[in-house]
């Protein structure tokens, strides 16, 4: 359950952002960063990058769907304004339609989110549909998609050469047809962005694909310089990398010395001063008994 009461965006409202105000979304895969960004976005996903970004794999495609759940949760509980959208793992939707609605009522009903994303354009438009006539609103994600870079090898910006426009126009044509809310287009060059987001009528997103898009997404941690190395789309907002070890630096080196923690960190007991070795300390005003020399006679 959600913090607060207000209502949330849905994806109709997302919808109907299209040609106006720019849609401002970053990826959020736990409560504490989704309480932080809530006020400030129009929508947070909980992408698979989450894989690569916190859990260390080399792609999106080990990706299990417990997990996808789990951080869905934490996203959920952790927000009270955004629309919260989940993205579908690989392997959880593509072997049928009903595969896909399967697993995407699942997290809907474990996560509390507002809608799924799912990468693929013209071959997952029967899935789109499918889900979308059951209730489950689809964001689409065309381009570059990240699950397929086994069959697209590597991580390749998709529509620079003009022999590709084409075929990603007929994706971005059919997910819309489908029942689409939004559509992703990642890694894409800039002239097409631009042409497809004005031949359809849903809002496109970009991630690397330029302004001309209805809106903008980034992963959090690369725009806040927590990653190693990023695209060259992201634009590093902050270097906090170096802040952090900054402050672990300073940290360790107060522990190592002692100087933290200090008195200000620290319970003293309640109505009774201790001396500095731990032990209690007299009374104010007590005189301490003092060991008087034996007395002799001469």
């Known amino acids: 359950m959600s913090l ?17 105000k720019p849609i401002v979304s970053l990826t959020a895969y736990h409560a504490h960063t989704a309480r932080l960004l809530d006020r400030h976005m129009d929508f947070l996903l909980v992408g698979d990058s989450l894989g690569m970004v916190m859990h260390g794999y080399e792609s999106t495609v ?12 934490a996203v959920v509980r952790g927000s009270s304004h955004v629309l919260v959208v989940v993205d579908l793992p690989f392997g959880s939707y593509e072997e049928s339609p009903a595969q896909a609605f399967r697993n995407a009522a699942r997290v809907m009903k474990e996560t509390g989110c507002g809608a799924v ?14 889900l979308t006539e059951r209730g489950i609103p689809v964001m689409a994600h065309i381009g570059l998609t990240p699950q397929s870079i086994n069959v697209m090898g ?7 050469e003009r022999a590709e426009w084409e ?18 287009l990642e890694g894409m060059a ?31 941690e690369d725009m806040l310089g927590l990653s190693p190395r990023v695209p060259k789309f992201v634009k590093e907002f902050a270097q906090l990398a170096e802040a952090i070890e900054s402050a672990v630096a300073t940290y360790a080196n107060e522990v190592r010395e002692r100087s933290f923690p ?4 620290t319970y003293a007991m309640k109505g009774e001063k201790v001396a500095g070795d731990g032990s209690k300390a007299p009374p104010r005003g007590a005189r301490q008994a003092t060991k008087r020399p034996k007395m002799t006679g001469s």
């Open 4 to 20: 607060g009461s207000a209502k949330r965006i849905t994806a109709p409202d997302i919808a109907a952002r299209k040609g106006g």
């Open 117 to 130: 994303k799912l990468e693929g354009g013209t071959r997952m438009a029967e899935t789109i549909r499918y």
């Open 190 to 220: 800039e002239l097409l962005a631009a042409r497809i987001t004005k031949q359809i009528p849903i809002p496109t997103i970009g991630i690397g694909a330029s302004a001309e898009c209805d809106g903008q997404i980034l992963v959090l």
């Open 62 to 73: 080990p990706v299990p769907l417990e997990l996808m759940i789990m951080h869905g949760q």
């Open 154 to 160: 590597g991580f390749k910006t998709q529509g620079r």
């Open 262 to 265: 200090g008195p200000q960190h």
């Open 167 to 184: 075929a990603i126009e007929a994706d971005a044509k059919a997910i819309t047809e489908a029942g689409a809310f939004a559509v992703v």
